[in-house]
């Protein structure tokens, strides 16, 4: 016998050919758990009792029942979590491989103790990586700049002070209670409703109740599309006295102005009714204490009636490492369920029979009165705007924006240089056959501004009077330009847009301001697509409500588009290259594609348009559509014509491409939707329907459900 092999046998008493794969693994797997255990069980010992009492761990049962048009009702369980947020963030709750507050500056002081003692080895520094659980506060409130990163608390009182005009929040909210669904696996799910209890502050905390009065209640509501919208609801204020055999202590009623199911306008109002959690409590099995959870919103259509109604209902057991482990192994995949279960209950509403249209999704209204008045699905009147959550910028309305924002640092800039007094002129003036021909050639000139009105012989016969109304034309239109772009969403960042030297009080020239407000980031696509900076606003504005000007006149003339209706001063015209010129041919094609195919959608044999096709232009003057010809593009958008006179070609690429992109999705939304699954829509909130809206909103023509498109 060999050295070697009495070395072997000592350590391995058995034969290296029977050792398996299991037997390598099987061991790590084994005391990296063993780890996790003691790690679990020691500091489950550390979380004081106060901390007990404040957390809990809830397995809600869910209902839907809907009324009307059409009978439909489906349960489910629901795991959330209920946590103080101030033992939340200061990671009193956090337990080594079951739940952690992820705030992304993990590095502080309370958790230094902890990764020291879990970075001895990779098993450890993996287990101390990977937690079951986890809350983040990415998944709620955005923080603003004036908000500390990282805090729930501190970006729902942001929330409070900005949105709801509540002011120092701090001054008076003390413990604020969230119940909310955690991140499982890493996976976050939709958070369909998270209930925010805030109880007053009180005057000395050592001396106070355990559970001081209930203040606020915010009910923070999430849709599909990762929109979130919050209601406000005060104790005291605006409440209902529940009827004598009521459940529930509290009950409001509040206009609605979101958009969560697909199924419903955003008309009506919520019934909320619910009781403070903490005001029962009664011993759980192991005789600690328990709290119940009773939630019930109904929603009311606009005439009172009856439609839809959720409760949520479900029993609160302390947040302890045992009752966390006992719920995930007796209920290990119901977080990933949550969003399959809406889909599938969706479905069946709209393929069943009957079958229910559906609304396709609205943009977030970002002003109450002119949300409730414009688009295909306005809100409810009296609805307060609380939108605390949107969509994230993509990449096209990202290079949209910067081409919009460079287009207008050139506008401005040229207003502060060339302080010539924007020429007014008569809206009916045309073009000359020659200027006509030199704008329809492309590919030879482009027109940057009107044609010249210098004659001098008509000058001499201008009457005196015309004379001082063209002075005070000129004056109001002549001056300092500023353009502000404001955005719905005060996370974003509000884009201020001046000249290069601000104007003081020695100038002799005014100076004025454009404001555009939107509500989404789309705003930016919606100056690109459509053939001109008038129609886009025409009708995104006018019609759909997706956002809006301080001053159309202003407005106009800033995206001067050199019709001379927009009141441009002179420039002749600039000889374009031939790559540029190609470009912009692409550009304009794509252009009159999209509008011809939007088009196509107001049907020659609907008796509304009738009296409209006697007519040379689908809009009144100063807007030309026309009716009897196929539509083509008159001429590259202004926004074009920096990149082509420049023969920046990459800017101009960038614009065919996002052109190109987005008329493609929405012909393929069209096609899957419309042709494939033979999704029916509520009429006319078609989302190919935007121009016939348009039209008819311009005409003063209702679309009625009858008018098919």
Known sequence: MSTSDLIVRSLIPISPKSITLLDLILPPILICLSIAI?????????????????????????????????????????IQFGVHLDHLEQHELDIPHLFRYLNNNNNNNNNKQHQNTYHLNPFTWLL????????????????????????????????????????NPDHHIGKV????????????????????????????????????????????VQNTFDERHSYLLTVGIDELTPSQSSEFQHEWIVPRAFHVSPFNDRKGSYKVSLSDPFSDTHPDQDGSDAINLKVKILLLTASGEKKFMATLRGTGVPFTARNLLGMWLRYPVVLFLTSARIIYESFK????????????RPEPAFDPQFAATKGPNPIQQGATIGATGWQKPDWRTKWAQNILVDYLTRRVAESHHDIVPLHPSNPTTTLSSSAEKE?????????????????????????????????????????????????????????????PHAPNEHDSVGSETLTIEY???????????????????????????????????????????????????????????RASGLLGRWINGLRSVYFRWLLAFIPAHESHTGPL??????????HFVPIHEPFTAPRSSPLDLPSLHASNHATSLRICLLLAHSIVAQLVYYWL?????????????????????????????????????
């Open 128 to 167: 101390n990586t990977l937690h079951i659980f986890e809350i983040k506060p990415q998944s709620y409130f955005k923080s603003s700049s004036s908000t500390p990163p990282h805090s729930i608390k501190a970006s729902l009182f942001n929330q409070l002070e900005t949105l709801f005009h509540i002011p």
């Open 177 to 220: 209670y969230l119940i909310s669904m955690p991140t499982y696996l890493g996976f976050t799910s939709i958070n369909p409703l998270s209930i925010y209890f805030c109880y007053e502050k009180p005057e000395e905390p050592s001396k106070s109740a355990r559970h001081p009065p209930l203040k606020y209640v915010i009910l923070d």
């Open 439 to 499: 704008v329809s050639s492309l590919g030879s000139f482009v027109d940057l501004g009107t044609s010249s009105h210098d004659d001098d012989d008509d000058d001499d016969e201008i009457s005196e009077d015309d004379m001082d109304r063209k002075n005070m034309q000129q004056d109001s239109s002549g001056g300092h330009i500023t353009v502000v772009l404001q955005p719905a969403d005060r996370t974003q960042e509000t884009i201020v847009i001046s000249p």
């Open 613 to 622: 096709r006697r007519r040379a232009s689908w809009f009144p003057p100063p």
């Open 38 to 78: 003691f790690d679990i069980q020691y500091y489950n010992k550390k979380l004081n009792k106060l901390v007990l009492l404040n957390s809990h761990l809830f397995n809600n049962q869910t209902q839907h029942a809907r009324f009307i048009p059409k009978k439909h009702q489906f349960n489910y369980s629901l």
């Open 519 to 577: 509500g989404s980031p789309s705003f930016f696509l919606d100056l690109l697509l459509y053939p001109t900076p008038s129609l886009a606003q025409l009708i995104c504005e006018e019609s759909e409500g997706t956002w809006k000007v301080s001053s159309v006149e202003l407005f106009r003339r800033v995206f001067s588009e050199g019709t001379g209706a927009e009141g441009v001063y002179e420039r002749g015209p600039v000889r374009l290259g």
């Open 349 to 360: 509403l709209h393929m069943g029979r009957p079958r229910l249209n559906v609304y396709p």
């Open 673 to 709: 939707f419309n042709r494939l699954l033979r999704f029916r829509f509520v009429h006319p909130t078609h989302p190919w329907l935007v121009l016939k809206r348009a039209v008819f909103h311009a005409n003063r023509i209702p679309l009625s459900p009858s008018s098919h498109g």
